[in-house]
């Protein structure tokens, strides 16, 4: 296998695909004559990485032995313990899946390639076979949500929780209405399946609003509309939502001019839509995170969640023997840290949660398509609304998630501001629970854990990503003491036909995830380590 990788590093580039090419990606090629070879390459990397797990064990949700009983004790805080606990064979799977991932022309070309390989009958076999026991068992709970139970009852005996997303998203083919209609259905349907196995414990369920729109086009001109119309915003492009946003949406708007009525009709479809998962999300006591988009599409995006956070994200209906019960988040917006509204944008969605009385649910991220939106902003002449440099981005992540930790503290419970910290940087986490321990939200015990206290409880979860950065969501189980798992993992999931175009995407969006120091090659280390250690254990017995 190294033999392969090796040899094909030296081989040139080739043409863009066609799916690269409708998702704009800044990866842009040469297209020179002499660089034809490389995708080809790269599938050829993908084959060679499924043929080198094949003989290996099938993966399993079952440890090896039984992970350590309290706090580690290791020097290095971040020393995973469940690595240990991995069957060789998905060791042996994730080494190959994150060594391919470190050559960037992989993650380029081999969307495009894979998405032509599935239309060839034959070749179609052999193609699903390989990726799904590669890329799709590293990064993919599975292909129902029924699936994923057994792999989070598991998590769940480590103290951690699951966030269950529908990975599917929109497509703009012939019968795309049917698939927008269906992907609603489904997504209730995962809601009712977190809620019967979470019951009374906050499950948590993610959704992609680009999934419930037949046309992606309505969200960039309606969004443009809404920027065009609003009063008073100071906030940085894309702005922030406003009362008038939600006006818009349901219709009562008063003195603008009509927005385009074949669009305004599939956005108001949509939040239809949205609404009845909301609505199945809060039947089944369960959280609902609503995921960010491209800046062109987030202000329907933001709109739609400003008017769910203010409908669902209310006080229950009973009180509290010691008085009324604060509102509690059900719907959660996605606040990306790489934007340079996002401080500003936060504290103005926190006014308005407190000025109308609902809880703000705050999903905290750095943020997925920074190329793209540095091509779109040039392309039309706009500033970027992107941070040019990475320490930008996190240290506008670490401050927005102070500002959230602090009116959680500041306000005891009485507002409901929660939040989920999505991060897979180590300096971001460690800045969570310094921010819990100076607030005053965690109480320190022997051993360096942090037990939450009550006005805390339920409204603190720090995520990453399932087959992503395992050491890390280790840590935060060890250290963080609760009723219910702070430490989470997000499972996507979905048939594998309808995940690939997720899989490459979310590559080639999440480069800065998976390349350079901390990404791909990290994990690559971390997992040959582990397997370099069970064999010098096996020799020398």
């Known amino acids: 296998m190294s033999f392969l990788l090796r040899r094909a590093t030296r081989l040139p580039i080739g043409s863009s695909s066609r799916l690269l090419t409708r998702h704009a990606s800044t990866s842009r090629p040469s297209g020179r004559s002499g660089h034809v070879f ?58 190959f899946v994150y060594t391919t991932l470190t050559f960037p022309f992989v993650v380029d070309y081999a969307p495009g390639f894979l998405e032509f390989l599935i239309k060839i009958p034959v070749v ?69 399946v977190m809620g019967q196995y979470a019951a009374g414990e906050g499950g948590i369920v993610a959704i992609k609003l680009t999934a419930l729109v037949p046309h992606a086009s309505a969200l960039e001109n309606i969004s443009q509309y809404l920027l065009a119309n609003r009063k008073s915003s100071t906030v940085q492009y894309p702005g922030t939502p406003e009362q008038l946003d939600v006006a818009v949406l349901q219709g009562t708007a008063k003195g603008l001019p009509p927005p385009p009525a074949a669009d305004i009709a599939e956005i108001r479809e949509m939040y239809a839509g949205a609404r009845e998962i909301a609505r199945t999300a809060k039947e089944y006591d369960i959280k609902l995170l609503v995921d960010a988009e491209h800046t062109w599409f987030q ?56 000025a109308g009385g609902y ?41 927005v ?70 050491n890390l969501t280790d840590y935060v189980a060890e250290r963080l003491v609760a009723s219910k798992p702070v430490a989470t993992k997000c499972i996507p999931y979905g048939i594998i036909d309808e995940v690939m175009p997720y899989l490459g995407r979310r590559a080639i969006e999440n480069k800065s995830v998976l390349g350079g120091t901390g990404g791909a090659s990290e994990e690559r280390r971390r997992m040959g380590a582990e397997l370099w250690r069970r064999i010098k254990r096996n020799v020398a017995l």
């Open 401 to 470: 998630a102070r500002v959230v930790l602090r009116d959680i503290a500041a306000n005891k419970g009485r507002s409901g501001t929660a939040v989920v910290f999505g991060t897979h940087n180590r300096e971001s986490v460690e800045t969570v629970l310094d921010g819990l321990t100076k607030e005053g939200l965690v109480i320190e015990e022997q051993g360096g854990r942090l037990r939450m206290k009550p006005e805390a409880e339920g409204r603190v979860a720090v995520a990453q990503l399932y087959g992503m950065h395992d």
């Open 299 to 354: 202000p329907v995006v933001d709109a739609i969640t400003l008017a769910l956070s203010q409908e669902f994200n209310t006080r229950p209906t009973h009180g509290s023997f010691f008085g009324p019960s604060p509102p509690r988040a059900v719907v959660y917006g996605t606040y990306q840290s790489y934007l340079r509204r996002n401080p500003e944008h936060v504290c103005a969605q926190l006014d308005l949660a407190k």
């Open 124 to 192: 179609r076999s052999i193609t699903l076979f390989g990726v799904r026991r590669t890329f799709f068992a590293q990064f993919v709970g599975g292909e129902t949500a029924e699936e994923l139970l057994p792999l989070m009852s598991d998590l769940r005996l480590q103290n951690k929780a699951s966030i269950l997303t529908y990975n599917v998203e929109v497509d703009e083919a012939p019968g795309a209405e049917a698939q927008w209609k269906r992907n609603i259905e489904e997504t209730k349907r995962s809601i009712e």
């Open 38 to 95: 490389r995708p080809f390459a790269a599938v050829g990397l993908l084959s060679a990485a499924g043929l080198a797990v094949l003989g290996a064990t099938a993966p399993s949700r079952e440890p090896e032995s039984a992970p350590p009983s309290g706090p580690s004790t290791d020097p290095n805080p971040l020393t995973s313990t469940s690595i240990a606990r991995v069957p060789f064979g998905q060791l042996v799977r994730s080494y």
């Open 359 to 399: 809880a703000l649910g705050v999903k905290l991220v750095r943020g997925a398509y920074h190329g793209q939106e540095l091509a779109h902003a040039k392309e039309r002449g706009m500033p970027a609304p992107v941070w040019a440099e990475k320490p930008q981005t996190d240290e506008c992540y670490n401050s």
